[in-house]
């Protein structure tokens, strides 16, 4: 169990870094909520602001992003493995590297 709880956290470090270097607003409510690998970033706001809500499978971000009415203007990010992922319309996908 602890094993889990250093991974969730280290998943929330990654996430507060990556905001922090871009000016990514980050709302209170993500520090109430477990910390998981895929995160995304709502650009249609200025600045850019962090979605509170994270994910641990493609299949519930996708059902996420299949919802919004502008899923255009959401980037995802996998912070397992270090990508950007592709949302098609139907499925996300592996994208370019996080720089």
């Known amino acids: 169990m602890a094993r889990l709880w250093l991974m969730k956290q280290r998943y929330r470090h990654h996430i507060e870094h990556f905001c ?4 990514i607003d980050i709302p209170s409510s993500f520090y109430r909520l477990t910390t998981s690998r895929y995160a995304a970033i709502d650009e249609s706001t200025v600045p850019s602001t962090l979605v509170a809500k994270t994910w641990f499978n493609k299949e519930s971000l996708s059902y996420y992003l ?6 255009d203007t959401v980037r995802a990010f996998d912070f397992h493995e270090g990508y950007e992922m592709l ?3 139907d499925d996300v996908k592996r994208g370019p590297p996080i720089q």
């Open 20 to 23: 922090h270097a871009r000016g």
């Open 66 to 71: 299949s919802g919004l009415a502008r899923p």
């Open 87 to 89: 949302f098609d319309g």
